[in-house]
């Protein structure tokens, strides 16, 4: 399957520009990669901002036919860790649903969005950075301070890109039982302690939904959306 790029070099949001053009009804192929060299107003979960500078962070957004499908957020997580794996950081876990760590630390956040037609994905990862700002350099890592190697944004994004459409295209968009036990696998989450809205458990599951189970003193709770801190990562 093949994918339509569109190339830029400074936008406020890769996921903003790519609605934009969507609501205009411009016609884009099944799959498109849109990447930016800099994002100016990136936006990470809960509307938390993702600030990035060239050559330091890889900023894009992949459009995909799969609206309103809550199993795209962990297919994009999984497909992320398969590129990742191909570029040969191969300890990377998941933090549910789709934030990818490596040794605790965050490496790489997916915010998907839906609209009437397609999913938008979004995706930051720190690429080539070697200092964090002193507030978070406990909790962010990156590909080069994993590796000591310097990657090339565009090419990342493009490999990126084609483990995101294998994957979708191979599962078209559900949470088949091979993919919920490879996401099980890497989900962090599980048999860890696990804070979520003013309540506390241990992660048990991830349900054939995607959502997360955790066992409380009241009985299993199931969690579909909202933050979930996990005892130890970040």
Known sequence: MTFNVIKLKETESTNTYAKALLRKGEPLMPYT??????????????????????????????????????????????GVHRALCALGVKNTKIKWPNDLIFGNKKLCGILTESTDKYAVIGIGINLNTEDFPLEIAHKATSLKMITGKVFDPFEAAKLITQKLVEILEETKGSLTPAIHREYTALCENIGREVSFRGKSGVAVAIDKDGSLLVQTAEGTEKISSGEVFVCGIY
Do not use: D, H, K
């Open 33 to 78: 990669l849109i990447y930016t060299s800099r994002q100016t107003a990136g936006r990470g979960r809960l509307g938390r901002s993702w600030e990035s500078e060239e050559g330091s962070t890889l900023c894009m957004s992949l459009v995909a036919p799969y609206p309103y499908a809550p199993a795209v957020t962990l297919l994009s997580a999984l």
